[in-house]
């Protein structure tokens, strides 16, 4: 029979529970809540010299049941600072009222505003002088095996706003990105990049975004003939062997747009070497990588 009676006893300890907790969530409570805080209206050439604050810390007060209602979806209240910069420094103040109205806005018809932390906000401000500046990407990219990068990393945004003093408006040319790092790249890869801001300068926005393509490459060989340059006049300089092989990194996109003529070897002429070095270049873009084979060739001069 004890088993009986210890289910009996559990059976009321969960009904006094329940009871327990029932009340409790009708009884009124105080609770006190974080308030995301957001700010429109503010003009891309004002500076503020104290930051606004991002969260209020409220105190409200309602019944138990209605309390968890904010745990399940937090508050967020937006300021409209629109029209509140006139003049090329001053004060901007948030009124213990807009801060009550914005937050009641957002609360429960039941629920009651005790306290609200801070009441008001102050800032001084200065209204600075802008300037557009080209963005210069920093970057280090590796790509995935048998893949290359398609063309060169292309930013989004290739300028933006900076705000500033004059005098130091004046001597920036440019505003530098961090280093976008990306390993293992393939296909289209569409990444963020931070900016770094000049000391005494302020950004319209700290990152920009970068679009990579890495395609896969096929390997191509072509034969062409080695030039000889810096011939001393009245002379004539024989290579051995006269042609070179050089292999070809291509995108498979560009394939058909390579040719023969596209692809260069010479070496540059000098007495004090016993072997000339062979050199390639492309008059094609689309070749992202070359190798050449004979490395070096030797060479007769003959003097008419």
Not at 119 to 143: A, D, F, G, N, W
Request: hydrophobic share 35%; proline share 5%; with cysteine.
């Amino acid at each position: 029979m004890k088993w009986r009676e210890v289910l009996t006893y559990l059976c009321f300890v969960a009904l006094a529970t329940a009871i327990w907790y029932g009340r409790a969530l009708r009884s009124v409570h105080d609770k006190t809540l974080s308030v995301e805080v957001q700010y429109v209206g503010i003009p891309g050439t004002v500076s503020l010299d104290t930051p606004l604050p991002d969260r209020l810390t409220i105190q409200v007060r309602d019944a138990g049941t209605r309390l968890r209602l904010y745990s399940d979806a937090p508050l967020t209240v937006s300021i409209d600072l629109t029209g509140r910069f006139h003049s090329s420094s001053g004060e901007v103040t948030i009124s213990s009222e807009t801060l009550k109205t914005a937050v009641k806005q957002q609360l429960q018809g039941t629920t009651n505003l005790q306290k609200i932390s801070p009441s008001i906000i102050r800032s001084t401000y200065r209204t600075q002088t802008q300037k557009r500046v080209p963005v210069i990407l920093h970057h280090k990219i590796e790509c995935a095996p048998e893949y290359q990068l398609a063309e060169e990393p292309l930013l989004m945004q290739s300028s933006i706003l900076a705000y500033g003093a004059k005098e130091a408006l004046d001597s920036l040319e440019s505003v530098q990105t961090k280093t976008l790092v990306l390993d293992d790249a393939r296909d289209t890869i569409l990444s963020s990049v931070g900016l770094i801001a000049p000391k005494g300068i302020r950004l319209s926005q700290g990152s920009v975004k970068v679009q990579v393509v890495a395609e896969r490459y096929s390997e191509k060989a072509i034969t062409v003939p080695i030039e000889i340059k810096n011939v001393p006049e009245g002379s004539r300089v024989r290579l051995f062997p006269q042609q070179a092989t050089v292999t070809l990194h291509v995108g498979l996109s560009h394939w058909k747009n390579i040719h023969d003529n596209d692809i260069h070897a010479y070496c540059v002429y000098s007495d004090s070497l016993e072997t000339l070095p062979v050199e390639v270049r492309s008059e094609n873009s689309e070749v992202m990588r070359m190798r050449v084979h004979p490395s070096t060739v030797e060479y007769l001069i003959e003097h008419n």
